[in-house]
């Protein structure tokens, strides 16, 4: 069975521009969770769709925001992008039906602002 | 809200050694999950193992282990027989609502030949 995967691997941007990440989970799959990665804050918790449907949400910015799609691909999206924003974005799939809260992982998305 | 605490940044033993991660967690909620993930210099995070805390046997996956003080809200990994492949960051993480993990700062484990 395919592992998570996240495109693209690598991002260059420059500060105020948008960027979307996308992430599909494993087969089977409909519970997708986001999360930045950064030397200073270390992985925090962005957000999780089950079924289309945002069920939970961490402490950043409107300028995160997210979607599910009926396939249970998921995208991100960050506008207005900051130097701040630099992280690695990664995203993590499960199945309440297989391994109940057991959370795979994809490569991560590079997100370089300049 | 729920914290993870891992208090060694970094540590370094020989290969073949025993070495012990220590994470200390804060909840008040008796409910939850436990895991360390681990995630070598490729950045792919890993399951190494997970604790659910309703259970007071210990979990066990092959060379790892936990060691679970559900009172003291300690939750620390004992890697038996490390090898060169365990060299990576080491993160532990807390569960209590659905797919929401909470993950300490990590701690950077490197085996030594």
């Known amino acids: 069975k395919a592992g998570v995967t996240q495109t693209p691997r690598y991002l260059i941007k420059t500060r105020g521009q948008q960027v979307t990440l996308s992430c599909s989970p494993i087969?089977?799959?409909?519970?997708v969770s986001w999360y930045q990665q950064t030397p200073g804050q270390g992985l925090q918790f962005l957000f999780e769709?089950?079924?289309?449907?945002?069920?939970n949400k961490g402490n950043f910015p409107g300028r995160f925001s997210g979607r599910q799609f009926s396939n249970s691909r998921s995208e991100m999206n960050v506008s207005t992008l900051e130097l701040g924003d630099s992280a690695l974005y990664l995203c993590?799939?499960?199945?309440?039906?297989?391994?109940?809260?057991?959370?795979?992982f994809g490569p991560g998305t590079r997100l370089t602002v300049l | 809200a729920q914290t993870v605490t891992q208090s060694q940044p970094e540590m370094s033993v020989q290969e073949a050694e025993t070495v012990t991660l220590s994470c200390t967690y804060d909840?008040?909620?008796?409910?939850?999950?436990l895991f360390w993930y681990k995630q070598p210099p490729s950045r792919q995070m890993i399951l190494v193992i997970r604790?659910?805390?309703?259970?007071?046997q210990n979990a066990t996956e092959n060379r790892f282990s936990v060691n679970f003080q559900k009172a003291a809200k300690s939750f620390s990994l004992k890697i038996s027989d490390s090898q060169l492949g365990d060299t990576a960051m080491y993160f532990c993480?807390?569960?209590?609502?659905?797919?929401?993990?909470?993950f300490g700062q990590g701690t950077r484990l490197t085996i030594n030949p």
């Open positions: 909840t008040s909620e008796s409910n939850y999950y």
């Open positions: 993590a799939s499960s199945s309440k039906l297989v391994t109940p809260n057991e959370q795979f």
């Open positions: 993480a807390f569960m209590n609502l659905p797919q929401k993990l909470v």
């Open positions: 087969s089977g799959h409909r519970s």
């Open positions: 604790q659910e805390a309703y259970k007071q």
């Open positions: 769709y089950f079924s289309e449907t945002q069920r």
